[in-house]
């Protein structure tokens, strides 16, 4: 009788606990259904770079599965309309117009697809409010009346759009970690994307336009203008305030292995540079003629840049052209003198005087200035020297 009523109260023990299980599992069934009890999943779509310049970058897209309409959408901020009136001359100056746009997210990975470029997806950590919170916004903000604002490729592009949703949304507005080294600047981390990609000659044209403010040292918030940066600093969040529940990779990237090229901007004008000294040691009348051309042609050009430099510095919405330091160089009034290049006056003697001195500081001061100049324009600014040098020797 004794061992009977002790396997009993076993039996009672095992069915206590048995019945404790079953109802700590049915907690956490129901906790997960009224977290998910929206029936959207919301997830960041980041993009690797593509041939294009507009791409070189990478982009960044938001993507809505809802299963309640079943409606599976991407909503891009990255979105300009190339038949906009005037659009080459507001986008010159920084007044062109962007919008979010929501595609359907088989046409938008098709398109990727095409393209060549990888597609990353991170599962967002959210409740049932913060999804509808980050839907009912981006179903609003792509109405034909909100959808419009003024793009900034630093401060306000599609990638930080995305950020600034998600931490809004995110009920405990998550500080994201910084992904970068302390200290890096604007300029420094757009370098690295165009030198990944071979783009030498693009990466001439930007750091020709742009300023100073570009070696800016960077915050932590500042780096994620970059898609690839904002995707591992939401991968970085801590367990108490995660943020991917997953990641996985919807088109994986293959890589462009045909990129380098042997004529870059350092080789080329290093070559012009080095051709012209040579022409320059003839006495042959041809080539004398074809030098007093080429220099006339050589200060107007670079007389035009100058002009270029003022007026989107002075003229233009852009932030990060101002204060272009590149104007050290690159004088404006280069274009008159262009017109006075054979001339004997006193004057134009003078002017090539001021000009050998200015271009001598500037070589001395190039990796001194507050604007991290690009090296592939000493050439050029040791030819605008050297013919300076040619020119006032011939009076």
Known sequence: MAIYSKLKKLKACKLLLQAFFMLVFCCCQFNTFAQDSSHIRVSL?????????????????????????????????GTFDFEDPG????????????????????????????????????LLNLNAAEKIGIEEFLYHNAREENKYYKYDFFLDNCTTRLRDIIVKYKSNHPELNPVLPKGTRFRQAIHQYLDRNGKYWSKLGIDLLLGEPTDAVMTTKQTEFLPENLMKALDSTNHQHQLVNSEHQLYPYTANTNKQSFFTPMVVF??????????????????????????????????????????????????MVKNNFNLIWAWPIHV????????????????????????????????????????????????????????????
């Open 45 to 77: 779509l980041t993009c690797t770079p593509g041939d294009e310049l507009y791409a070189t970058f990478g982009h960044s897209a938001i993507r809505i599965i809802d299963s309640t309409t079943t409606t599976d959408l991407v909503f891009n901020y």
């Open 87 to 122: 659009f080459y001359t507001k986008f010159i100056r920084g007044k062109l117009m962007y919008y979010v746009n929501a595609d359907r997210f088989d046409s938008f990975i098709v398109e990727y697809k095409m393209e060549n470029r990888g597609i990353t997806e991170q």
């Open 270 to 319: 290093s070559f012009l540079l080095i051709g012209i000294i040579l022409l320059s040691l003839s006495t042959n009348k041809k080539a004398i003629s074809f030098l007093n051309g080429f220099d006339g042609l050589l200060f107007f050009l670079t007389g035009a840049l100058g002009i270029l430099f003022v007026f989107m510095w002075t003229s233009t919405d852009h932030s």
């Open 336 to 395: 008159i003198i262009a017109f006075f290049i054979n001339s004997k006056k006193s004057w134009v003697k003078k002017y090539f005087v001021v000009t050998i001195g200015g271009l001598i500081i500037v070589l001395i001061s190039w990796f001194f200035l507050p604007q991290q100049m690009n090296n592939a324009l000493l050439p050029i600014v040791l030819l605008l020297l050297y013919r300076s040098m040619r020119r006032f020797q011939a009076f």
